[in-house]
Each structure stands twice: as C-alpha cells, then as structure tokens.
C-alpha cells in the first residue's frame, strides 16, 4: 500500500499530465458545451434545493460549511 507522499506525488504528476493534454482539454470543454445544450448544470441538487454550479464548486462549499 502506498503511502500519503507516494500518493500525493501521483496526484501532482497525473494533474500536471491532464494539463499538458490539449486533446483532453478539447473534449472536456466539448462536453461541456454539448451538456449545456440540456441544461446540465441544473441537473444537480444540494440539500433538496437545485443548484445553479458545477459539482465541483458544490464540493467545495461543503468543506468550508461542514
């Protein structure tokens, strides 16, 4: 089992990999263009209220509040 600085260093390169991917860039915003067109975003719920963010921002707020 790996440890947390093994892991983390994984983390860094894997990041720094997603960032120097221009393809994978191009598809994620390919994506999000194309789920937009189906209201995505308004597909998510936090607390039984619909959410007007990203999943990501929701994650987020929920460290900070909880």
């Known amino acids: 089992m790996k440890n ?3 892991f983390s260093s994984e983390l ?7 960032h120097d991917d221009c393809k994978l860039q191009d598809d994620a915003f390919s994506v999000l263009v ?3 067109r189906h209201r995505w975003i308004h597909q998510t ?7 007007l963010q990203l999943p ?5 707020i ?4 909880f």
């Open 4 to 6: 947390l600085n093994e």
């Open 12 to 18: 860094k390169k894997d990041a720094q990999g997603m």
């Open 34 to 36: 194309r789920a937009d």
């Open 45 to 51: 719920n936090f607390a039984g209220i619909p959410a």
């Open 56 to 60: 990501q921002d929701l994650f987020a």
């Open 62 to 65: 929920q460290e900070i509040v």
